[in-house]
């Protein structure tokens, strides 16, 4: 056996204890030929990317997204006398099958209006994911909320 297909044949046995641990699916017996190919496929269901040749996208669009939060924002009530403003920047995974994943605050301005930023993105719906070299993929994605009394 040459040394690349028994790094291919360590790296694949590696994989497969690990969905075993994680209680998924493997196949067992896999064609040599196609070892390079299960690896990609195996690689993009991991790999979480920040820029793709295709970047997922809110349905409709970035005006859309803006009209969603606007229409939902509910400034927290108790922050109306201390009138505390803001931009809460939110960081999430976009998965391959477009629901958004691993959605956090990355700056906050105050906890309840982390909250409310938080409650919006988990009530947006499933996005275009994105894609990279035809395939769809996980990527990072980052938006702003801002929070201004009028």
């Avoid at 075993?20 to 196609?34: G, H, T």
């Avoid at 970035?62 to 939902?72: D, G, S, T, V, Y």
Wanted: proline fraction near 6%; include cysteine.
């Amino acid at each position: 056996m040459n040394k690349k297909l028994m790094m291919k044949t360590v790296i694949l046995l590696m994989m497969a204890v690990g969905d075993i641990a994680c209680a998924q699916s493997v196949p067992l017996i896999i064609d040599p030929d196609k070892v390079d190919e299960y690896l990609a496929e195996r690689r993009d269901t991991i790999n979480v990317y920040d820029v793709v040749e295709q970047m997922p996208s809110f349905p409709g669009g970035f005006q859309k997204m803006q009209e969603f939060i606007e229409i939902n924002l509910r400034y927290p009530k108790e922050l109306e006398e201390t009138c505390v403003q803001g931009r809460v920047i939110i960081a999430f995974i976009v998965e391959r099958n477009g629901k958004l994943s691993n959605i956090r605050v990355v700056k906050s301005v105050h906890p309840a209006l982390d909250k409310e930023a938080l409650r919006i993105v988990n009530l947006m719906p499933e996005w275009i994911p994105g894609r990279q070299n035809g395939k769809k993929v996980r990527v990072k994605y980052i938006i702003p909320i801002t929070f201004r009394l009028k």
